[in-house]
């Protein structure tokens, strides 16, 4: 099932800070249409550490789709400039100083190294362990909810095509019964002419029983009404399935392709337009349905 989440978070100053750069992390989650779950991470060098949790945490809550999560770090450069107080300044020169008397050869701070000594005690020291699961958690939420969305669009669409499929089963049980009487007609018309043609050499009664006999095995052969039984049965349980929702994806799967079995089946025994019409209707939504079906957990 699709779905779509990003959410984003700065963490806390470090009490004491004087100029910590501002930080932000953000948490991206795709999901497309999947059988299974297939996770992809896409993380900067500072958060690789954290996809174990991610993994544990998103295995946790999803079954099925092809999930990328996405994270970013962003710093803020122009308040990651440190402002080196008038103090530090001046325990800077003492220290160089000191240094210098005993080492007078030594090179003095240039105004780079000045910020960079200034910047050290201020570097923001973000507890990722803490932040990512939380954030994570988030984002999984709001995945969550986006996806429940459109499975109720799902569960809509599935309903309509549950009701065409019942009209078209209900329209292929009457058919059955006049084909085997229209093919019966027919056995007797080419028996009273084969009783012409053969002018009492063979006795009527057998030929009638012949033609009986051929109109049966017809109507057997072209009875689908344990199909149409079959299929019925399978309608109200997936009809029932999605009024009760969780996760039913692989059992709709499962009889999506039963459902496909009893439609080819009714085409393969049609002896007429009309069915095979029906047939062909019938796997054209059925086939709809199961592409649908695949985006269900």
Do not use: C
Not at 96 to 123: M, T
Not at 209 to 233: H, P
């Amino acid at each position: 099932m699709t779905g779509y989440a990003s959410v984003q978070h700065t963490p806390a100053t470090p009490e004491g800070s004087t100029a910590a750069p501002n930080v932000r992390v953000g948490l991206e989650i795709r999901a497309v249409n999947s059988r299974f779950l297939d996770l992809t991470f896409r993380l900067p060098d500072e958060l690789r550490s954290q996809e174990p949790a991610l993994r544990t945490l998103l295995t946790s809550r999803l079954k099925r789709g092809k999930v990328e999560v996405r994270a970013a770090v962003d710093v803020d450069a122009s308040s990651s400039l440190p402002q080196p107080t008038s103090t530090l300044l001046q325990r800077m020169a003492a220290v160089q100083d000191l240094v210098q008397a005993w080492l007078p050869d030594a090179k003095g701070l240039s105004v780079s190294d000045a910020l960079r000594l200034a910047g050290s005690g201020n570097a923001v020291q973000v507890d990722w362990q803490e932040v990512i699961p939380n954030l994570a958690n988030d984002a999984v939420t709001a995945l969550i909810d986006a996806r429940q969305r459109e499975g109720k669009r799902l569960a809509e669409m599935l309903q309509d095509r549950l009701q065409q499929l019942r009209t078209l089963s209900a329209q292929a049980v009457p058919l059955v019964p006049q084909l085997v009487e229209q093919q019966r007609q027919r056995f007797l018309e080419r028996w009273q002419e084969a009783m012409g043609l053969t002018e009492g050499q063979v006795a009527p009664e057998a030929a009638r029983e012949r033609a009986l006999s051929e109109a049966t095995a017809f109507a057997i052969r072209i009875d689908v009404a344990e199909e149409i039984t079959r299929l019925s049965s399978h309608l109200d349980e997936v009809e029932r399935l999605i009024k009760k929702g969780g996760e039913i994806g692989k059992r709709l799967d499962f009889l999506i392709q039963e459902m496909h079995r009893e439609a080819n089946t009714l085409g393969s025994k049609s002896a007429a337009l009309d069915l095979t019409r029906i047939s062909v209707d019938m796997k054209v939504l059925i086939e709809q349905m199961r592409e649908q079906v695949q985006n269900i957990e």
